[in-house]
């Protein structure tokens, strides 16, 4: 499932509320972003048709469907997909090269790594 940027917005504000009305969502967006209500439904609605949302009564009450793991998971193959040719190594390998890791992070993700195994 793809969403695209002001669907994101809608997730995080309902991933962090668990559920919420749209209301709700509506007065949270325009604080955080400046959204206008119509914008928040319309985005709202784009998520519920998609399949991210659903819609409840009473109250319009949004319910989201997917978790961030699951969005985070499909966003990252989807870049090592097309970027790295899919290769997770050459993925990693240019993250690591360009951001550098603190020697806590490098012990994290050695932790990560004996755990898969």
């Known amino acids: 499932m793809k969403l695209y940027e002001s669907e994101l917005k809608v997730m995080e504000a309902l991933w962090k509320q668990g559920e919420a009305t749209a209301g709700e969502l509506a007065r949270i ?18 998520c519920v048709s998609k ?18 793991q699951e969005i985070q998971q499909e966003e990252t193959q989807e870049l090592i997909d097309r970027m790295f040719a899919g290769s997770k190594p050459v993925f990693l390998n240019a993250f690591l090269k360009n951001t550098g890791l603190s020697q806590e992070e490098r012990r994290q993700l050695k932790q990560m790594i004996e755990e898969w195994e």
């Open 51 to 68: 399949g991210a949302i659903r819609r409840s009564e009473p109250g319009f009450r949004c319910i989201p469907l997917i978790s961030r």
């Open 29 to 46: 967006l325009g604080e955080q972003v400046g959204w206008n209500r119509n914008t928040t439904y319309t985005v709202i609605k784009k």
